[in-house]
């Protein structure tokens, strides 16, 4: 059975460009997005270690500690970084030129890969030269107690968008201080959210003063906080 939300992220060590890590001793206290790649030297994978090292600054207020993975070995990740940190392509108006400044870890033998079905098994084009499957596009963000709070998976075609992993933190972080939960489309920006179910209307009216209710079981509030 493969991993499911509020299971203990499985532990490991493995050779990353950083050194080795212990996964639970590197995040210890922090959220930790640990995100997979198929191959280096791919374009789209090259656009998204990318993006996540431009938001270097957003992970830290979010006390989030960021690791990658592919498919390849340390040399190989070495060559690749130098590649990410110094080709200025314009993807979204945004310029690819930045500092990987994370680890990404080196699975060529699949270990961590296997530990967290991250493998390709539908698609039979994404393999390396040897024929062994690739890792598909899989996100895993992960509390400061190592539990697995959300599961994202991308086919390898599809580039992810790294505001809604932003987004999901922060809805995440918001329901872990406040007993909300957030409709769709929240931003985070002055956007209401919803009461708990499990708040009575005598707390919800002690905790969220001038809440409105929009349905017996639909309760909305707007925070100072997100």
Known sequence: MGLRLGDEAPNFKAETTQGEVEFHTWKEGAWAI????????????TTELGAVARLRTEWQTRNVKVIGLSCNDLSSHGQWISDINTTQVLFSSNLQGCQVDFPIIAD?????????????????????????????????????ANKIRLIMTYPAVTGRNFNEILRTIDSLQL??????????????????????NGVSNEEAARLFPGFKTVLPYLRTTKLDDR
């Open 34 to 45: 640990l995100f997979s790649h198929p191959e280096d030297f791919t374009p789209v994978c």
């Open 108 to 144: 060529a033998d699949r270990k961590v890969a296997t530990l967290y079905d991250m493998l390709d098994y539908q698609d039979p084009s994404n393999v390396d030269k040897s024929g062994l499957p690739l890792t598909v596009r899989s996100v895993f963000i992960i509390d400061p």
């Open 175 to 196: 329901g872990d201080r406040r007993k909300v939960a957030t409709p769709a489309d929240w931003t985070g920006k002055g956007d209401e959210v919803i009461i708990h």
